[in-house]
């Protein structure tokens, strides 16, 4: 079973919905992230918290908000997305005691998104 | 060009069969280098680290060529088990480039 849970694993939304993915590891890991894995494609960073902190954004739409209460949880909250957003989100996280990804991330098992 | 580019497959290959991937990466700076899994419907999970003298575990031996920007997995003996898509991962060195870049993957089906 892995240490990283996300919910929901399935969601259907429309364009003008309001909806969250949420995540939570228990790893005791101090660094949390969030991919978006679309078919034939690479996986994309899409944020970074370490310590809480937010370190990387990497350009990411204003419609994909993350938060991070604490280093176990980690909340993606969407907002008029659209179609082309459907996707795989994956959270992952690592131990980074200095901040330097080493390069093992543990992921969930994904967030299976349909928009719309 | 892509900063991780690998050959998508699909890879079909028999039971025992030796099959090897391989993965250019463009920033010659890339520090460090993994291979991933990822078994279909399934999260990618960490295979191997590849170190620049090659390394192996079990039947499953990775490569690293700095000078030609390479990285390669050969897998002895394959399994049905080992049927699954391969994502080479590249890290850097600095900045936003110590995250990890995934390549596309590549997918290996082991036919019985």
């Known amino acids: 079973e892995t240490g990283v849970t996300q919910t929901p694993r399935h969601l259907v939304m429309g364009m003008t919905n309001k909806k969250s993915l949420k995540c939570e590891q228990h790893?005791?890991?101090?660094?949390m992230y969030w991919y978006k894995q679309s078919a034939k494609k690479p996986l994309e960073l899409m944020f970074v918290y370490n310590f809480k902190e937010q370190t990387e954004n990497n350009s990411v739409p204003s419609r994909f908000s993350p938060e991070c209460p604490n280093s176990s949880h980690l909340f993606l909250h969407l907002h008029t997305l659209q179609p082309e957003d459907s996707a795989l989100y994956l959270c992952?996280?690592?131990?980074?005691?200095?901040?330097?990804?080493?390069?093992?991330?543990?992921f969930g098992e994904g967030s299976r998104l349909t928009v719309l | 060009r892509k900063e991780v580019e690998q050959d998508p497959g699909p890879f079909n290959v028999p039971e025992g069969a030796t099959v090897a991937f391989n993965c250019t990466y463009s920033n010659s700076a890339s520090q460090s280098f993994f291979w991933y899994r990822q078994d279909c419907r399934k999260e990618p999970k960490l295979l191997m680290s590849v170190y620049s003298s090659g390394n192996e575990d079990g039947r499953f031996t990775a490569q690293l060529n700095r000078a030609s920007q390479y990285i390669s997995l050969l897998i002895r003996d394959s399994k049905l088990s080992d049927s699954a898509t391969y994502l080479c991962v590249v890290k850097g060195s600095s900045g936003s480039a110590r995250q990890l870049t995934f390549g596309s993957g590549t997918q290996l089906t082991v036919l019985p």
């Open positions: 992952a996280s690592s131990q980074d005691p200095s901040g330097e990804n080493t390069g093992e991330l543990f």
């Open positions: 790893l005791g890991h101090n660094a």
